[in-house]
C-alpha cells in the first residue's frame, strides 16, 4: 500500500476523534495531512492515471471553479463601487478613512479561509481518485470511511450524547453517511459473493461476515438518527437506499443505461421545482426543522438585509453579531446550510451550486448503471451526494470540515471507479 494510502487512512481515522472532541479539524496539522497526501498521490500514480484523473476531473471544471472565483471576488474590491457591501462605506464614515476600500465580504479574512477550506477539501478529492484507481485500495478506503462514519455514531450511542449534544446535526448527517456506506460494504459483499459462486446460498465466511457487520452498521446509524431526533433524515436515507437498490436491480437485469438517465431526469426536475420553490426565504427557514428560535429570527433579519452578491463565504458569525438581539452573546449556527449559503454566497447561489451537484450526482448514477462491475461505489457516491444535497436544506450539519472531508472521498471514490475499463460513461 502506497504512503498517500497510509495518509488518507489516517485523514479519516481523525473524523470520529474530530466530532467527539467538538474542536473542528486543527488546522496547523490537517491542511499540512491534505497537502501530503496529495503529494504523495500524485508521485506514485502513474501516467496514464494521472492522465485519466484529468480528463475526467475536467468534466467538473465549472463546478470546480465557479466557486473559486466567487470567493475570490468577494475578497477582492469590486471594480464597481455599489457592488460593494454598505457596511464598507458605513466603516469609511464613521472611521474617517474615504479612501478604505470596500468589499462584496464583510469578512475578507473569512472568506479567504473558507477558500483554503474549499481547495483543501478538492485536494481530497483528487487525492481519493488517485489513490482508489486500484480496486484493492478502493476496498479499503471505503472499509476505513464505513468504520469511521459509523464509530461516530455507535459514540452517541454508548453514552457520550452529553459530550456531543453541542454537534448533533454533524453527528446525524454522519450518521446518515455511515448508513449509506453501510449499505455499500453490503453491495460489495454481495457482488463479490456472485462473482465468484454461482450457489446463492452457498456464501463464504468472510462475505457473510461483510454482510452482518454492514447490516449491524445500518442498524446502529438509523438508532442514532432516531435517538438525536432527527427523523427527517430517515427519509433521505431511505431515498438513498431505494437509489442504491434500483442500480443493483437495473444492472441485475442487464437493462442499457437509459432507465438510470430517465430516473436522474426526473429527480433533477423534481429537485430543481423543489429548489425554485424554496427560494423564498420564509420557504428556506421553514425547512430548517431542527434550528432554535434566535438562530431562525438571526437568519431572517440577515436574508431580508443580504444583498444579491452576498456578504461574503465565512462570514455567518460576523452577520450574527450584527442582527442578533441585545445582550445575546455565543456562538449562533445558521438554521441550515442551504439558509448560510444564500446569506453569504448571494441567493442566486444557492440555485447555481445545487445544479454542479446534480451534475456529480447524474455522472456518478450513470457510472454506477454503466460500469462492468464495482458499481457500489458509484452508487454511493450519488446517493451520497443526493441524500447531502437534501439535507442542506433542513440541517446545518455539512458546514463543519469533517462531513465535507468525509463527503469528499465518498466522492472521489465514485469519479475513480466510474472510468473504468468497462464502463460506458
Not at 94 to 100: G, V
Not at 285 to 314: C, F, H, K
Request: hydrophobic share 60%; net charge positive; aromatic share 6%.
Amino acid at each position: 500500500m502506497s504512503i498517500a494510502s497510509y495518509l488518507l487512512v489516517a485523514l479519516l481515522a481523525t473524523a470520529p476523534a474530530a466530532i467527539i472532541a467538538n474542536d473542528g479539524y486543527v488546522q496547523s496539522a490537517i491542511l499540512p495531512l491534505i497537502a501530503l497526501t496529495l503529494a504523495f498521490a500524485a508521485m506514485s500514480a502513474s501516467s496514464p492515471e494521472i492522465a485519466l484523473a484529468k480528463q475526467t476531473l475536467k468534466r467538473f471544471a465549472l463546478a470546480i471553479l465557479v466557486p473559486i472565483i466567487w470567493m475570490i471576488v468577494q475578497i477582492l474590491p469590486p471594480p464597481v463601487s455599489s457592488l460593494a457591501n454598505p457596511i464598507w462605506s458605513s466603516a469609511a464614515i464613521a472611521l474617517n478613512a474615504p479612501s478604505l476600500s470596500g468589499h462584496i465580504s464583510i469578512d475578507p479574512g473569512a472568506t479567504l479561509h473558507s477558500l483554503v477550506c474549499y481547495l483543501a477539501v478538492f485536494a481530497v478529492i483528487v487525492s481519493t481518485v488517485l489513490v482508489t484507481k486500484d480496486r484493492r485500495r478502493a476496498e479499503l478506503i471505503l472499509l476505513v470511511l464505513t468504520v469511521a462514519a459509523t464509530l461516530v455514531a455507535l459514540t452517541y450511542l454508548l453514552g457520550r450524547a452529553d459530550q456531543l449534544a453541542a454537534t448533533g446535526g454533524v453527528v446525524a448527517l454522519t450518521a446518515l453517511l455511515a448508513a449509506l456506506a453501510n449499505g455499500a460494504v453490503v453491495a460489495m459483499a454481495v457482488e463479490r459473493h456472485l462473482n465468484h459462486s454461482e450457489a446463492i446460498l452457498s456464501i463464504s465466511a468472510q462475505h457473510l461476515l461483510q454482510m452482518l457487520l454492514g447490516v449491524c452498521g445500518i442498524a446502529v446509524s438509523v438508532a442514532a438518527i432516531v435517538a438525536l431526533g432527527q427523523r427527517h433524515l430517515l427519509s433521505l436515507a431511505g431515498l438513498g437506499f431505494a437509489l442504491m437498490l434500483f442500480v443493483a436491480v437495473v444492472r441485475r437485469l442487464g437493462l442499457r443505461p437509459w432507465p438510470a438517465t430517465i430516473l436522474a431526469l426526473i429527480l433533477v426536475a423534481a429537485t430543481g421545482a423543489g429548489l425554485a420553490r424554496s427560494a423564498a426565504s420564509t420557504d428556506l427557514l421553514r425547512l430548517a426543522e431542527s434550528s432554535t428560535d434566535e438562530s431562525l429570527a438571526i437568519a431572517q433579519r440577515a436574508l431580508s438585509g443580504s444583498p444579491w452578491v452576498g456578504n461574503g463565504v465565512g462570514s455567518f458569525a460576523e452577520i450574527s453579531r450584527v442582527y442578533r438581539d441585545f445582550g445575546i452573546s455565543g456562538l449562533v449556527m445558521p438554521p441550515s446550510t442551504a439558509v448560510a449559503v444564500a446569506i453569504e454566497w448571494g441567493r442566486p447561489a444557492l440555485l447555481v451550486l445545487a445544479a454542479l451537484a446534480l451534475q456529480l450526482f447524474f455522472f456518478n448514477l450513470r457510472g454506477a448503471v454503466g460500469r462492468g462491475r464495482d458499481s457500489f461505489f458509484a452508487s454511493l457516491a450519488a446517493a451520497g451526494v443526493l441524500c447531502a444535497l437534501c439535507a442542506s436544506f433542513v440541517d446545518p450539519g455539512l458546514l463543519a470540515p469533517v462531513l465535507q472531508i468525509i463527503l469528499a472521498v465518498m466522492v472521489g471514490l465514485g469519479i475513480s471507479q466510474c472510468a473504468g475499463r468497462t464502463s460506458s460513461v
